[in-house]
C-alpha cells in the first residue's frame, strides 16, 4: 500500500512538526523568523520600541557570525545578556558521527529533538561547496529506487532543525568569520544548498520556507536564492507557492517518461502524473524568475534508459528552459535495480544534448560511505528489508 498522504490531507501536514517552543524550558532563537524573533523577544519582557533594534542585534550575532553563547554578543549590555541567557537558547542539530569519503565527501550523522537522526552532507568541489540538507525524518514517498524512500515518515523538521544543519555544516568546516572580520572577506566552503535529503521538502513547506529565507537573509547567512536548489517529486499543489515565496531553484525528481514506469518509480506521479506536473512547471520559471528548472533522472538499467524513453523526454520538456541531470543509479543494499551502462548513459546524454539541452552525467559522489543520492537513511531508523519486500511494494 502506498505511503501517499491521503488526497483530503493537507498537504503541508504541519500536525508531524514538534512545535517550535516547547512547554518548558528555555525557548531555542534558531529557526525563528525575524517576526518570530522579535514576538519573542517582547514576550519575554524586552520593551517594544527596544525589539527591533534587538532583533536585528542579536540576529547577526546567530547568522552572521555564529555566535551560541549570548555572553559574547558584545554590543548589548551585560545585564540584557543575562536576561537572554535566562530565557533562550542557540542550539543547533547535535553531530552524532561524520563519515569522509576518499573524493572528500563528508556525511554527518545529526540528531534533533526526540532523540531522532537525519542525515547531511557536503559535496565540495573546485568551484563550489554544496550541502545537501534534509526537510523529514523519513519520507513520506515511497520511491522504489531510493534508498531513503523505504524508511516510514517519522515527522517533518522544524525550521531550526533545517537552518541548523547549514549552520552544524558552517561549524564544521570552520566557515564563520574571525573576530574583526567582515564575512564577505570569507572563503565561502558553504555556497550552496540542495534540498535533496531525507524528505520531500514540499510536504514541509512552511518550516523549509521559513529556513530558506533565514539562509537568504543578508544580514545573516546570505545566500542568494540562485543558491538555493529544492528538489520535489512533484507535489504540484505547493509548487506555485514555491515560486512565489521562495524563489530558489527547482529541480524534479523526474525519472521517467510515461506514467505508467513513474508510478512505479515515483509513487506520488499516481495523484500528479506527468501532464498535470509540466503544467505547473511551465508557469514556474516566469514566476520565480528562475534561468531554468532541473529534470532529474535516475539511469535504471532496462527501466527508463532507451533511446526512445530520451526521445520522448525531450517532447515532455520543450517549452520549458531546462536541463536534465542524469543520474547513475546508485545502489544501496537490498536495491531491486541496476545502473545503466556507461555506454548507455553516454548515449541517453549525447541524444538530449544534441537537442540543445544541457545533460550533465552526475558524478557519483561518496559512494563509500553511502552518502550519493538516494543512499541516504539513518541507522536509528532503518528498517532492514530484503530485496524481495522492495520489489514488492515498487510492484515489480
Known amino acids: 500500500m ?22 518548558e524550558g528555555p525557548v531555542n532563537l534558531v529557526g525563528l523568523t525575524r517576526a518570530q524573533l522579535r514576538d519573542a523577544l517582547i514576550e519575554a519582557g524586552t ?9 536585528g542585534q542579536i540576529w547577526q550575532w546567530i547568522y552572521q557570525k555564529g555566535v551560541r553563547d549570548f555572553a559574547e554578543m558584545t554590543n548589548l549590555a551585560k545585564d540584557y545578556r543575562s536576561f537572554l541567557a535566562e530565557r533562550f537558547v542557540i542550539e543547533v542539530p547535535e553531530v552524532v558521527s561524520k563519515q569522509v569519503s576518499e573524493d572528500g565527501t563528508r556525511k554527518y550523522l545529526v540528531r534533533i529533538a526526540g532523540g531522532h537522526e537525519v542525515e547531511v552532507v557536503y559535496i565540495p568541489e573546485e568551484d563550489r561547496g554544496t550541502l545537501c540538507v534534509s526537510s523529514q525524518v523519513g519520507c513520506t514517498l515511497t520511491c522504489s529506487f531510493c534508498h531513503t524512500g523505504t524508511q516510514k515518515l517519522v515527522r517533518n523538521l522544524t525550521a531550526g532543525e533545517i537552518v541548523g544543519q547549514v549552520m552544524m555544516a558552517r561549524d564544521d568546516l570552520g566557515e564563520w568569520p574571525k573576530p574583526g572580520r567582515n564575512p564577505k572577506d570569507e572563503t565561502r566552503l558553504l555556497s550552496n544548498i540542495v534540498l535533496m535529503g531525507m524528505g520531500e521538502p514540499l510536504y514541509n513547506f512552511e518550516n523549509v520556507r521559513d529556513a530558506m529565507k533565514i539562509a537568504m537573509d543578508p544580514e545573516g547567512i546570505s545566500l542568494s536564492r540562485r543558491r538555493i536548489t529544492l528538489s520535489t517529486s512533484g507535489v504540484v499543489p505547493e509548487i506555485a507557492r514555491t515560486a512565489e515565496e521562495i524563489g530558489c531553484l527547482l529541480a524534479i525528481s523526474f525519472h521517467a517518461t510515461e506514467d505508467e514506469t513513474r508510478d512505479k518509480l515515483v509513487p506520488i506521479n499516481k495523484r500528479w502524473n506527468i501532464e498535470t506536473l509540466l503544467d505547473a512547471l511551465r508557469e514556474y520559471p516566469k514566476v520565480s524568475n528562475s534561468e531554468r528548472i532541473t529534470f532529474e533522472y535516475v539511469m535504471l538499467k532496462g527501466v527508463n534508459d532507451t533511446d526512445d524513453d530520451a526521445y520522448r523526454l525531450l517532447e515532455l520538456i520543450k517549452g520549458i528552459p531546462a536541463k536534465v541531470n542524469l543520474i547513475p543509479f546508485n545502489e544501496w543494499p537490498g536495491a531491486p535495480y541496476e545502473r545503466s551502462s556507461n555506454n548507455r548513459i553516454r548515449a541517453f546524454a549525447n541524444i538530449i544534448y544534441q537537442a540543445g539541452y544541457a545533460a550533465p552525467i552526475r558524478t557519483p559522489r561518496g559512494e563509500d560511505i553511502l552518502a550519493a543520492c538516494g543512499q541516504l537513511k539513518s541507522a536509528t531508523e532503518r528498517a532492514r528489508k530484503s530485496r524481495k519486500e522492495i520489489a514488492q511494494e515498487a510492484g515489480l
Open 2 to 23: 502506498s505511503d501517499a498522504p491521503n488526497p483530503a490531507a493537507p498537504i503541508t501536514q504541519d500536525v508531524l512538526t514538534i512545535p517550535r517552543k516547547l512547554p
Open 47 to 55: 520593551p517594544e520600541k527596544q525589539a527591533k533594534m534587538r532583533t
